[in-house]
């Protein structure tokens, strides 16, 4: 890859992982708004405690590793393998909110990348042929199709997708808990430090370690599905 491509590359990365990607993400807390009203997390530290376990023992143990084997799928136009992959997350989303969650951002950034057309060329028409056959199509999926679809490095895709969660995470604590600016970018950077171990992790991480065994996120994302007033949508 010449240094023109590696940037265009990374930069695909900086639009896909930004908040400006119409997909929808602003909306969700993933259960955080319900551990908010149950005062499970209340302040500057009990956030960042809470979203760096679910980042630790849900995201970078399942979703990530997922998306990363969906990204090697992809490359290889194995449609067996990302079928397989896809499914293996629908049936890993614990609550119907969290399903619905990963199914509307799948569709939004599938119909986006529909819009946008991509290079031409038999390969990429086999690689966007087995996108639009997905029944149902993960946010995991249609992201790594995406950052293969780019050119972006496995490592790096597998880092912009952690990254997008981390910053979605932390912008839900700024509006409800609420946190202030500071209180944000402090959660941030200690996030950051957490980020290359954890993506060491997946990209060796076997196939029978994957699991998102987490049963407060769990609990929270089933009690937001009746929670009196809330601004999220999970």
């Not at 966007?128 to 249609?142: N, V």
Request: aromatic share 10%.
């Amino acid at each position: 890859m010449t240094a023109a491509a590696a940037m265009i590359a990374q930069t695909h990365l900086f639009r896909l992982v930004s908040a400006t990607l119409p997909v929808g993400a602003y909306s969700y807390s993933q259960g955080l708004e319900w551990a908010m009203e149950d005062g499970t997390v209340h302040d500057e530290a009990s956030a960042a405690a809470w979203i760096g376990d679910a980042l630790r023992y849900v995201v970078a143990t399942f979703e990530a590793p997922i998306a990363l084997r969906l990204h090697r799928a992809w490359l290889a136009d194995a449609a067996d393998r990302v079928l397989y992959w896809n499914s293996l997350i629908l049936a890993g989303r614990e609550s119907a909110e969290l399903r619905a969650e990963t199914l509307q951002m799948g569709y939004s950034l599938r119909r986006l990348i529909a819009q946008l057309g991509g290079k031409p060329g038999a390969q990429q028409e086999k690689r966007r042929a087995i996108l639009a056959a997905l029944d149902s199509c993960s946010y995991p999926a249609a992201f790594a199709f995406a950052a293969a679809e780019a050119g972006i490095a496995e490592r790096d895709m597998v880092l912009g997708f952690c990254w997008a969660w981390c910053e979605s995470q932390v912008l839900t604590a700024l509006k409800a808990v609420p946190l202030g600016q500071a209180a944000g970018q402090r959660t941030l950077c200690a996030l950051i430090e957490l980020l290359p171990a954890l993506i060491e992790q997946c990209i060796v991480f076997p196939d029978d370690g994957l699991s998102n065994f987490a049963p407060g996120f769990a609990i929270a994302s089933s009690r937001h599905e009746t929670q009196y007033s809330r601004l999220f949508r999970s």
